[in-house]
């Protein structure tokens, strides 16, 4: 007597649709058979068994796997797996830091001082806008001033000015750069409202909060971001641990509102998000998940926003926290729908980087990014320094090269990395990458049955956003294809179909 069971490579403990058939003979009911013909029949049942398992497996293995990507024309980078359908070889994803530039911000004033913090930065036209809070501690680490919101300006995000605004007196007089001096001011946290339904009155917007409000967060409007007004006593978000850097944006790619503050959830520091359509009434609250794997950390400010190369993904650097120390370390996470996220471990800016990063709290990353005016394949970060200490504390310009946060790196050995299906728009493919004396990469473009359509030449140097030149011409326009990069000693950023 023999089974399905018994055929080769059939794994006895998983059931497939269909295969469960009763394949079950004695010798006593085909007495009439011959043992040879007998065994005959066995092996020829057994190879139209096994041939058909073989093609359902495979059908439905090309079924599963063959819903096709939605890339269009939009720019792609390397950040997380959501592209890729396996990797094999000496390749894999390579976490970038982001290199360290000028000191562009020193808190000597007397209503600032070295425990200043939460920085926030952005674009608005030809201008770059920084909002912070003030605050100095002695030796003690005792608080020596009350906490006051400033202001600060750029035309260049390198050189950056302090307005005397004449607005709220301190110690006697009006000039100094003080734009709140109310409730609100430990974690007043501003963005440029991109919703084009906000009134002019409202084109900045800011969230502050905790004490002062019974805890929770209130949200604060401005015409200029210089003058701001309490929009309500009543806070707008009540659902959490307010003692951080909250923050919120317009989502241009989702037409909503976004925000993200801090809670606390198994024992750690942790972020929460929630969406809006006023900015007044939010809705849709979860606590962030991560990708398996992910340790359990205190997570101390989040620093989420829209990469605006690419506003479909959300680009964070929330701060890890080490309770025992009281030292902090900002590192990446990226996600796709503002939920879920992948999360390094590895600091973007360790504390050993320039200068005075390795003491209690003095090593956050500012909120906001720029692409700074002729520097196109530059991304501009800051992050702060010299926290708690006897002199200022500082605000330092660190630069990734444009796309860079993540890259698919292939070592000396070399691999090659084939993406899921792609439904592209297009008739040319732009690819940000680096190759390293030594190193090669090609481009190969598969059609949907896994033929290849497409072959590039060997790339070299260094590019970014550079056409692929093909030795095989694929015939680009729209549809479904994948592509299969392989790559030596080199990098590959990103991608996109033109």
Known sequence: MFHASD???????????GFEIGLSFSLSSVSTFHQTEWHNMAIYIRLIVTVTMFLQVTVSTIAVGAEPIDIVNRLELFV??????????????????????????????????????????????????????????????????????????????????????GLFEWNGSKDNNIVWLGPGTHNFTAFRDANPAAPAEENYKAFGGVGSFGGGLVPFTSPDCVHWTLGQEKPVITNGAFDSQNLAFWDTDRGEYRAYWRYFGDGVRAIRTATSKDFMHWENEADLTYSEGTPNEHLYTNAIQKYFRAPHLFVGFPTRYEPKSQQVEPILMTSRDGVLFQRYAEAVIPRTAPRDRNHNRSNYMVWGMFQLPGKPNEISVYGTENYYESTPGRVRRFVYRVD??????????????????????????????VVNAGGALTVEVLDNAGQVIGRSGTLSGDAVDAPVVWEQKPALDEGIIRLRFTIRNADVYSMQFK
């Open 404 to 433: 860079g946060f993540v890259a698919l790196r292939g070592g000396i050995g070399g691999g090659n990395v084939l993406t899921k299906p792609l439904r592209y728009k297009g008739q040319r493919l732009l690819l940000n990458y």
């Open 80 to 165: 997380d797996s959501h592209l890729i359908s396996g990797m094999d070889g000496d390749v894999g994803r390579q976490l970038i830091r982001p290199e360290p530039q000028e000191v562009v911000l020193e808190t000597g004033e007397p209503w600032e001082g070295n425990t200043s913090g939460y920085y926030t930065v952005f674009q608005d036209g030809g201008t770059y806008r920084m909002i912070y809070r003030g605050w100095r501690h002695d030796e003690k680490m005792k608080a020596v001033h009350k906490e006051v919101t400033c202001y600060a300006e750029s035309k260049d995000g390198i050189h950056w000015t302090k307005p005397n605004l």
């Open 7 to 17: 055929f080769p490579g059939r794994n006895t403990g998983q059931t497939r649709p």
